[in-house]
């Protein structure tokens, strides 16, 4: 089946550091991936997307890049702020026929002054 | 332009009891999409309405049951409440039910006692 591996949380940085945060999926066919961010008391937004191999998806200063041959799809930011403090889930969906999306355990950031 | 709406906010039940939880779409979505998030937990995919009609099924028992109206308004049912039925349920938007773009909902927290 289909799943999502992020790297555990919480991370910790400080004000205009570098941020990586991890993701490896296992999927069949080719999925589109997704970060998304979750602020404390609301629901999910979508961050960036990829929908094909060597794909870049960018927001708002994050971005991430579709690596097939690693299975991998990892978050980065050239340099945090404090108001970047949120929870991160990457996610899938498959290209099989199945809409059905799934989600990594999430990622805590911290960002201090 | 309203964002998808969640009613009500929070919950409290009592083991046993039944409850009804409210999402009315981003307008011109008719595709919605309920989850579970556990605490610390990534969202788990419950099911999926397109059509007035159940269309993906995650791994739930049939005690969660929802609907969807012709307004594309839906309503999440879970019957006979478990201690482990609390957390965040989260409802979803899209425009089709082939993208994973959602747009998600502030959720309902529920807890049972």
């Known amino acids: 089946g289909n799943s999502v591996t992020q790297m555990e949380g919480p991370v910790t940085l400080s004000e205009e550091a570098f941020l990586t945060i991890n993701c490896t999926y296992t999927a069949t066919g080719y999925p589109s991936l997704f970060w998304y961010v979750q602020y404390p008391g609301e629901g999910l937004q979508l961050l960036l997307k990829?929908?094909?191999?060597?794909d870049k998806g960018s927001n708002k200063g994050f971005e991430a890049t579709y690596r097939k041959e690693t299975t991998s799809f990892h978050l980065e930011k050239g340099s945090v702020q404090v108001s970047d403090s949120a929870v991160y889930f990457c996610?899938?969906?498959?290209?099989?026929?199945?809409?059905?999306?799934?989600f990594g355990r999430g990622t805590s950031l911290i960002v201090h002054p | 332009d309203a964002g998808v709406t969640q009613s009500p906010t929070h919950l409290i039940k009592t083991r046993g009891q039944q409850v009804t939880l409210r999402c009315s779409p981003k307008?011109?979505?008719?595709?919605v999409s309920w989850y579970q998030q556990a605490l610390g937990q990534g969202p788990q995919f419950i099911f999926q309405?397109?059509?007035?009609?159940?269309?993906q099924r995650g791994n739930f028992p049939d005690r969660f049951s929802g609907h969807q109206f012709p307004n594309y308004s839906s309503e999440l049912n879970v019957n006979a409440l478990l201690l482990g039925d609390s957390a965040l349920y989260l409802c979803?938007?899209?425009?089709?039910?082939?993208?994973?773009?959602?747009?998600f909902g502030p959720g309902t927290r529920l807890t049972v006692t």
């Open positions: 309405y397109y059509e007035e009609e159940e269309r």
């Open positions: 979803a938007s899209s425009l089709d039910r082939t993208r994973n773009e959602q747009y």
């Open positions: 307008s011109g979505h008719d595709t």
């Open positions: 996610a899938l969906l498959s290209s099989g026929g199945s809409y059905i999306p799934t």
């Open positions: 990829a929908t094909k191999a060597d």
